[in-house]
């Protein structure tokens, strides 16, 4: 069974080609914004075009316009190519990465760069795989006060380590091709989580809160 990988929620671009959990085709690079325009190009560019049997897709929490663009992506492939796809976490595949470099066995504190100087966090068990809290957005001044780690994994730990003056920041992006370390996880439907609520409001929920 062949299963292609996108991710975009992140500054990182990878998308990845497996098959029966083995990657046979990959593409990961720091684009920063340019996910819409080197989206399609990377996955055409994998073996038979990126066609598989199945899709799974990052749907955040992130980049807001970096997965909306890999859930429409997923989505219009899955339709085309008549295959099922699914969603996975940000920080669960952070998280899963981080574990393999967990040799302290600590605790893992993913970060996630936000928007509006907030950082996206959730802390996992030292294999990575238990959540422990629910996804959460954070001012990184605030969360400099309230997260104590010795180690902070993901695109925001550098950010958050300068802000509390201490600690370790490992940098880790998303990797499409390191998708078979979190096989064992639920999956998710293909849908944005974005982690915090809209910046913009309709009338009606104005008047309601």
């Known amino acids: 069974m062949r299963l292609l990988v996108i991710d975009t929620a992140t500054q990182a671009l ?48 992130g980049s807001f316009t970096g997965v909306r663009i890999g859930i429409a992506a997923a989505r219009a492939l899955a339709l085309a190519w008549g295959v099922p796809v699914h969603g996975y976490s940000t920080p669960a595949l952070i998280a899963a ?34 959540a422990e809290n629910p996804v959460t957005s954070t001012p990184i001044a605030q969360l400099a ?19 509390r003056g201490a600690g370790i920041a490992v940098s880790l992006y998303p990797d499409a091709a390191a998708y078979p370390l979190i096989t064992d996880q639920p999956l998710l439907p293909p849908s944005p989580i974005y982690g915090r609520g809209a910046d913009a409001m309709t009338m009606a929920e104005r008047a309601a809160s």
């Open 14 to 61: 990878s998308v990845a080609l497996l098959e029966n959990d083995v990657p046979i085709g990959r593409f990961h690079e720091i684009v920063g914004r340019g996910h819409a325009e080197a989206l399609l190009p990377a996955i055409a560019a994998l073996p038979n075009g990126g066609r598989a049997d199945g899709i799974a897709v990052d749907v955040g929490p």
């Open 97 to 130: 990465l981080a574990a393999c470099q967990n040799a302290a066995g600590e605790h893992i504190a993913v970060t996630i760069t936000g928007g509006h100087g907030e950082l996206f966090w959730q802390s996992f068990d030292p294999t990575g795989r238990v």
């Open 145 to 163: 006060e309230q997260l104590d780690a010795p180690v902070y994994y993901g695109t925001g730990a550098e950010a958050l380590v300068t802000a």
